[in-house]
């Protein structure tokens, strides 16, 4: 029999006493994220459901985090900091596509078991989601409503409309490098979604055409369009995760369900990014 000792970390080095100093759940907060998960039934899948919920609002959070730092970027002409944080965008939505796997593992019959307990409050009401849609482009003011009853949420979401979206920005900037942009493009109404507008596309056209002239655009063009399509991947994935969970019922929140959903698949962020590619 071997008189070996149990392998013993302290031996090298590993700190091992934490008494009154910062240890990994201290830095993480995992006490207040754990006590966060308050389940109002006793069935087994809520927990899966508030956990995939909870999340997704994190890395939500991570997302606006980046967008803004990829906008001010864009903003300052230091591109290659912009393709850094969209790249992580277009990751973390990857993850919270990966994510979407996990919660079809709950069947009809077990979601049903605690629907009725979740009252009104639906995915539609998620500030932070209408954030992501209004940071990038998709501006629809009457999606305010669900939070006009959080005085502190309304602020923050109707400052975001008051400044140019992360396209918005992004056509500035090909304006800002010589691109021909029309005016009524370039003056108009940030707080509204854009809508397609020729003289944008001619411009990305020119990028394509030229991706060694006009490298960064053409990288930013790409990593825009990298965003959208995992972007759109989420909102298709959420759309066959209902139907397969609740089918055609209404939303908890009062909307169509599957079928207000399929209206959002239909939502196009940077329309001359999509629609170029049909003429060069």
């Not at 940071?135 to 602020?155: D, F, Q, W, Y």
Request: hydrophobic letters at 40%; glycine letters at 4%; a negative charge.
């Amino acid at each position: 029999m071997s008189d070996q000792k149990p392998y013993d970390p302290s031996a090298e080095g590993a700190q091992m006493d934490f008494d009154g100093r910062m240890s990994y759940a201290d830095y993480l907060g995992l006490d207040t994220l754990f006590a966060a998960q308050k389940p109002l039934t006793q069935t087994h899948d809520e927990l899966l459901f508030i956990i995939q919920h909870q999340t997704s609002e994190l890395w939500m959070h991570l997302i606006l985090h980046e967008l803004v730092t990829a906008r001010q970027a864009i903003i300052d002409d230091e591109f290659s900091m912009a393709f850094k944080m969209l790249s992580r965008v277009s990751k973390i939505f990857e993850q919270l596509n990966n994510a979407w796997d996990v919660l079809r593992t709950m069947t009809p019959s077990e979601y049903t078991a605690f629907r009725d307990d979740l009252g009104q409050s639906s995915g539609f009401q998620s500030w932070q989601y209408r954030m992501i849609e209004y940071s990038v482009g998709n501006r629809n003011a009457a999606m305010l409503s669900p939070h006009k009853h959080k005085s502190e949420t309304i602020a923050k979401l109707k400052a975001e409309l008051s400044v140019p979206s992360l396209y918005d920005e992004a056509i500035s900037a090909l304006a800002r490098h010589g691109f021909d942009i029309s005016q009524a493009c370039l003056t108009r109404d940030t707080s509204q979604t854009h809508v397609f507008d020729e003289t944008v596309q001619e411009a990305w056209k020119v990028v394509y055409q030229s991706p060694k002239t006009h490298w960064e655009f053409y990288e930013l063009a790409e990593k825009l369009v990298d965003l959208e399509d995992y972007f759109r991947r989420w909102r298709f994935n959420h759309v066959t995760t209902v139907e397969r969970v609740i089918g055609f019922k209404r939303g908890t929140g009062g909307t169509g369900g599957v079928s207000y959903l399929k209206r959002m698949l239909e939502v196009e962020l940077f329309p001359e990014l999509w629609r170029v590619r049909t003429i060069l």
